[in-house]
């Protein structure tokens, strides 16, 4: 099966790189996902988006983002987020009681996100 390197990268770090079957992001276009031979193609990342990664070795990889690009070429995906972590590392009370707590657009839309990505982990 043909794969595609991705990275995913937030201001604060580098979250993974590697080889992966598909990406899917949550774009201001709607969702996409993305394949091998896929178009190249720049999109804008939702506020409080989810961006799943299915490495070429198996298993699902879901991490939260808020805001940034989507960036598809050829070869590469590239998914740079102003924010962004794993759904792991989540701590779904603490989302939770931020959510409720929120005061700003900012806040509301990564507490939104990172439950979104809890939620889409769980998933099969």
């Keep these: 099966m043909a794969d595609i390197t991705v990275e995913?990268?937030?201001?604060e770090r580098k979250l993974w790189s590697g080889q992966a079957k598909i990406v899917t992001a949550q774009t201001t276009e709607g969702e996409i996902g993305v394949l091998p031979g896929?178009?190249?193609m720049l999109g804008?990342?939702?506020e409080n988006g989810v961006v799943t990664i299915r490495p070429v070795d198996g298993g699902k990889l879901t991490a939260a983002v808020q805001g940034g690009f989507l960036s598809v070429?050829?070869?590469k995906v590239t998914v740079l987020a102003d924010f962004a972590c794993w759904?792991?590392?989540v701590n779904t009370s603490e989302a939770e009681a931020a959510l409720s707590a929120a005061e700003t657009?900012?806040?509301k839309a990564r507490a939104e996100a990172e439950l979104r990505a809890v939620r889409r982990a769980q998933e099969s």
């Design 105 to 107: 657009e900012s806040s």
């Design 87 to 89: 759904a792991d590392e």
């Design 8 to 11: 995913l990268v937030s201001v």
């Design 73 to 75: 070429s050829t070869e």
């Design 44 to 46: 804008q990342l939702v």
């Design 38 to 40: 896929h178009e190249p």
